[in-house]
């Protein structure tokens, strides 16, 4: 298993992981066990075959020999019908693996990241090109949204990727829906843009002091990455706004409800995705053709 998931690319392994690890979660054998006992069942499988080969080779006639390999045949049908239940689930998790989302993994990207109901999706339908997706996943609670974009003089296609939610608590406890931000942050060709709501009104879990936590931990895990702060839902009363102006770090303020602040937010977007791609560039991978 360690081994087919180091064959894939990062993010992908990540998510192939995720998917597993959840239908656990849920109450289902693990993934190890599944393949443990489906290698079982093939060994015992090979061994009848093999069994009947020799018996075959065996036999003072042809007769004998055809009725001994159909035997085997039956035991086999028997071994499988008796073993069904491993080799569906088996099957189940290749469906849900096969059916996650697609990500352009060398696109460059903007992931918006923050905590839960902070207005990240509704910012990227605002700045998106068309129509935004929603993308499912078997270990999130809600779709994700993914939009494009494309460089106003180039042409060039981007990609700008909702994010689940983070939490200000360590990675030992984070679920699935965090490992999944992480992901994003830490494998595909990314500018953060960090969203922030001041209104108060995002849930305790999502606390003015909190956001600011997880928005300081995660710039000092990537301080390599074009960033951007971003403050959401101008247009409502801001609470503990001091707390904001204290800080040493810049921020856009935007009201996707009024459309302030959008206009400049996508010139900064554009801005970061230009030293995405220079990075890209200098490292000779190719991104996207004009649209």
């Known amino acids: 298993y360690e081994s087919s998931l180091s064959n894939l690319h990062p993010f992908e392994a990540t998510l192939a992981d995720l998917t597993v ?9 693990t993934f190890l066990a599944q393949l443990g006992e489906v290698n079982e069942l093939r060994k015992e499988a090979l061994r009848l075959c093999k069994a009947a080969a020799g018996a075959a080779n065996r036999a003072d006639s042809k007769k004998e020999a055809l009725e001994g390999m159909e035997a085997a045949q039956d035991e086999v049908r028997r071994l499988l019908a008796e073993n069904a239940e491993a080799l569906l689930e088996l099957n ?13 993994l060398q696109l460059p990207t903007v992931v918006l990241v923050g905590a839960p109901n902070v207005g990240k999706s509704s910012i990227v339908r605002s700045i998106s090109t068309g129509t935004p997706e929603v993308n499912n996943y078997p270990f999130t609670t809600r779709g994700m949204t993914m939009g494009h974009l494309y460089h106003p003089a180039t042409g060039r296609k981007a990609q700008v990727m909702d994010t689940p939610g983070v939490l200000s608590r360590p990675d030992s406890e984070r679920n699935e829906m965090e490992a999944l931000t992480l992901a994003s942050m830490q494998h ?23 956001q600011i936590e997880v928005r300081n931990e995660l710039r000092a895990r990537f301080p390599r ?3 951007v702060d971003v403050v959401s839902k101008a247009d409502l009363p801001r609470h503990q706004e001091e707390i904001l102006n204290e800080l040493n770090w810049g921020h ?8 302030e602040g959008v206009e400049v937010l996508c010139d900064r977007v554009i801005d ?12 000779g991978i190719a991104t996207s053709e004009s649209n």
């Open 188 to 210: 595909l060709p990314t500018a953060v843009m960090f969203v922030m709501d001041m209104s108060g009104l995002s849930g305790e879990q999502s606390s003015i002091e909190k």
């Open 252 to 259: 856009h303020s935007i009201s996707v409800k009024t459309g």
């Open 92 to 104: 189940a998790i290749q469906q849900q693996v096969a059916k996650l989302p697609v990500v352009e």
């Open 272 to 283: 970061m995705l230009e030293e995405v791609e220079q990075v890209l560039n200098s490292l």
């Open 21 to 29: 690890r959840a239908r656990a979660k849920r109450g289902h054998r």
């Open 225 to 227: 990455r074009p960033w």
